[in-house]
């Protein structure tokens, strides 16, 4: 369980091992959920518009071929204890609440430290088709900003903002063209790991992108 979110970590990936000191008893072992839960909330709140979905997977610790046939998640807020589910494919069905936080719930997972990790990633929504503005296919940026800022609080001025996106495809190469407001075009193609790489441009939002293919993933990374 984390041993500590990268301090602003939203869209990237964060690897968790559910299993942290400070044992209930010699079982169960805990973490607070407000240390789960902070970077989800915090990022629900600048994000009336769904843009970013948080996932949680979990994956055999190392050494491990498989989950544990046992594994158990549960929150205990004050006297109760919710069961958290974990389908077959891993994903971990972890509520965020905000009064959870409030009551000082904790998390709790059944397994000693190290056979379960669970990654935490932010993903945002993939643009449809092959034809969108250039303010569609990078809505995330605003949001991811204003999360990091949200998370960064006085030390806002510190926060690193959005730098470049990562268009990925099913099957490459692939091309992107941007048309700039002013007229001007912009051609990218996707490099030796069959990805695009396009810079973040505020003043581009206006222009209008178009892909040789529909997107299979977009990610964003920090500068």
Do not use: C
Not at 113 to 137: E, H
Not at 181 to 194: E, F, L, N
């Amino acid at each position: 369980m984390p041993t500590g979110l990268p301090r602003f970590a939203p869209a990237l990936a964060v690897l968790l091992a559910l299993a942290a000191p400070a044992a209930r008893s010699e079982e169960w072992r805990e973490v607070p959920y407000a240390d789960m839960a902070k970077i989800p909330l915090t990022l629900a709140k600048v994000d009336p518009q769904h843009i970013f979905t948080t996932v949680l997977v979990a994956r055999p610790g190392k050494g491990l071929s498989a989950l544990p046939t046992d594994y158990r998640l549960e929150v205990t807020v004050k006297d109760q204890s919710f069961p958290v589910s974990v389908a077959a494919d891993g994903r971990v069905n972890l509520p965020f609440r905000q009064d959870w936080v409030d009551a000082g719930a904790v998390l709790r997972s059944n397994q000693p430290k190290g056979r379960v990790l669970v990654s935490m990633n932010f993903n945002s929504r993939v643009p449809p088709g092959v034809r969108m503005s250039y303010a569609q296919l990078t809505e995330a940026a605003p949001v991811l900003e204003r999360g990091i800022e949200e998370i960064a609080g006085f030390m806002s001025f510190m926060a690193p903002g959005v730098k470049t996106f990562t268009l990925s495809f099913d099957k490459p190469p692939q091309t992107a063209l941007i048309t700039l407001p002013d007229g001007k075009k912009k051609s990218y193609r996707t490099d030796a790991k069959g990805l695009i790489v396009l810079p973040w441009e505020p003043k581009w939002a206006a222009g209008i992108v178009e892909l040789s293919a529909p997107l299979r993933g977009i990610d964003q990374s920090l500068k």
